[in-house]
């Protein structure tokens, strides 16, 4: 990652300036990143799961700019988690209802990323989620739901979505509808041991996280590709935001033990704690993998009843 000492340069988003670092990958080449530089940077295993996703240029509310947004080495951790469905559908916009994987019961996470390499410089992420029914469908049928736990597809609606950069914080809010904020976060992602810490307001922790990171099996580029829709109303209309992920090196183990993680104070623990999980189903590490954000894109979702339950913005 780039040292805390490196250069600077200030860039336009739609207005807003941001900081990022002079001669990264985003001060360069503004989105249409060379393929053939990210190849010779010895993070990155290889680009051909990207030489197949061209780009579009399109108008947003950041301005002019490219997608998908190209993440070309990342590691992540996601500890899935039992939630009832109550707690869970006072949290959700009435126009999504949750994935229950039994009467009364839906599924939370708590997600950590690490961005080595990408269009927008490295940075990290935490985020608190919520698997949702597709927001097309009337009900779900059993495909569907057997596709969302093996993680081939999941559909999620976002609580919290912290970022320790300014480019991918004014990106993600004002480009995308996501509640993204900066602050201090640190993740730490390897063979033996995966970490994170996402600090509050006044330098505390808002949530701590550690874990033994899962036997890894690794995938030829290409041979097992996830994807993640998430839903965010963005000037009162509602969007959808794909997110594809080729998996190089992954693990999962159910009923995970060991696992240290601690809520603080914050806007992160406070999401989490009002979805009151009450047992962690699965710990999914990728210790190494890629991804391609599209842009979102406006999408129909079912009008709420008269006894929906509105969620907090």
């Known amino acids: 990652?780039?040292?805390?000492?490196?250069?600077?340069?200030?860039?336009?988003?739609?207005?807003?300036?941001?900081?990022?670092?002079?001669?990264?990958?985003?001060?360069?080449?503004?989105?249409?990143?060379?393929?053939?530089?990210?190849?010779?940077?010895?993070?990155?295993?290889?680009?051909?799961?990207?030489?197949?996703?061209?780009?579009?240029?399109?108008?947003?509310?950041?301005?002019?700019?490219?997608?998908?947004?190209?993440?070309?080495?990342?590691?992540t951790a996601r500890l899935t988690m039992l939630a009832r469905s109550r707690s869970i559908r006072s949290r959700l916009p009435g126009e999504l209802a949750p994935l229950e994987v039994a009467p009364g019961a839906g599924l939370v996470?708590?997600?950590?990323?690490?961005?080595?390499?990408?269009?927008?410089?490295?940075?990290?992420?935490?985020?608190?989620?919520?698997?949702?029914?597709?927001?097309?469908?009337?009900?779900?049928?059993?495909?569907?739901?057997?596709?969302?736990?093996?993680?081939?597809?999941?559909?999620?609606?976002?609580?919290?979505?912290?970022?320790?950069?300014?480019?991918?914080?004014?990106?993600?809010?004002?480009?995308?509808?996501?509640?993204?904020?900066?602050?201090e976060l640190d993740v730490d992602i390897d063979t033996r041991r995966a970490t994170a810490r996402v600090a509050n307001d006044q330098g505390g922790t808002d949530v701590s996280f550690s874990a033994a990171t899962p036997a890894q099996t690794t995938h030829p580029s290409g041979a097992r590709v996830s994807s993640l829709t998430s839903y965010t109303s963005i000037d009162g209309a509602w969007h959808s935001t794909l997110n594809q992920t080729n998996l190089l090196s992954a693990g999962t183990v159910r009923f995970p033990r060991g696992v240290d993680l601690r809520l603080g104070r914050g806007r992160m623990s406070d999401d989490l704690r009002s979805l009151n999980p009450i047992r962690t189903l699965q710990l999914d590490?990728?210790?190494?993998?890629?991804?391609?954000?599209?842009?979102?894109?406006?999408?129909s979702v079912h009008t709420p009843t008269p006894t929906s339950v509105q969620g907090r913005d």
């Open 109 to 183: 996470s708590v997600m950590f990323f690490r961005y080595d390499v990408c269009d927008i410089d490295s940075y990290t992420e935490a985020a608190v989620g919520i698997a949702v029914k597709p927001a097309r469908h009337g009900g779900l049928g059993f495909f569907d739901l057997v596709s969302a736990l093996k993680n081939d597809h999941l559909d999620s609606y976002v609580l919290s979505l912290p970022v320790n950069t300014e480019i991918a914080q004014v990106r993600g809010h004002d480009g995308y509808g996501f509640p993204k904020w900066v602050t």
């Open 285 to 299: 590490v990728v210790t190494e993998g890629q991804a391609a954000l599209h842009m979102p894109v406006p999408t």
């Open 1 to 75: 990652m780039p040292s805390t000492t490196q250069d600077t340069v200030q860039v336009d988003l739609g207005g807003r300036t941001v900081t990022v670092p002079e001669g990264g990958l985003y001060d360069r080449y503004r989105m249409d990143t060379d393929l053939d530089e990210v190849a010779r940077d010895p993070r990155v295993s290889s680009v051909d799961f990207f030489r197949r996703l061209p780009k579009t240029k399109v108008e947003s509310a950041i301005g002019p700019t490219l997608t998908p947004n190209f993440y070309y080495r990342i590691s």
